[in-house]
């Protein structure tokens, strides 16, 4: 079973933020994949079980802050019995310009706090990773939790769609499949 994890900050107040493109492209797999996540208290999470594509999948929102994201993402690895090579993980980036997405099959956090949460917490970097790019701005803070402007809007939801996409190709054909397609 792969277990899709989204990065991002729960309540209302961060819900159309930069810093949840994780959490957005984990809902669009939801839809189409005709689930709906519930709200998982004992793991800290929303979450569902279900097909993508044929295959077992669990599609999670981690409900702790994106730097606390690894207790949550670990506590369920364990409940499942699966290890950091299920993961598939999707998160913002600002070191990548607006509208681009790129996928490793592992690595080190590249300064993002929430994949240095699940490096800690699962002591391995060996899962692949889906990154979707906000650019940057002078207040880094300010700019992650701030919300997208009229014009970058459109192009965001084109990254978010290919980012879901790509872990579509992730899940049937394998990280070099989709990094070939999408990088």
Request: net charge positive.
């Amino acid at each position: 079973m792969f277990v899709i994890v989204g990065l991002g900050n729960p309540g209302k107040r961060y819900a159309a933020t930069r810093h949840n493109l994780g959490y957005r492209a984990i809902d669009m797999l939801a839809a189409r994949s005709g689930v709906r996540l519930k709200r998982k208290f004992r793991l800290r999470s929303d979450a569902v079980r279900g097909k993508l594509l044929g295959r077992d999948v669990l599609l999670l929102k981690p409900r702790t802050f994106m730097n606390l994201s690894g207790r949550a993402v670990a506590l369920v690895l364990r409940y499942y019995r699966s290890s950091p090579t299920d993961l598939i993980v999707l998160t913002d980036d600002a070191n990548l310009p607006v509208g681009r997405i790129r996928i490793r099959p592992g690595g080190g956090p590249g300064g993002h706090r929430g994949l240095q949460s699940l490096i800690d917490e699962l002591r391995s970097d060996d899962f692949p990773r889906v990154r979707i790019g906000i650019g940057a701005g002078a207040d880094m803070v300010a700019h992650v939790l701030g919300e997208f402007g009229a014009t970058e809007r459109e192009e965001i939801d084109r990254s978010v769609e290919r980012a879901v996409a790509s872990v579509e190709t992730i899940v049937t054909d394998g990280v070099e499949m989709a990094m070939d397609r999408y990088n």
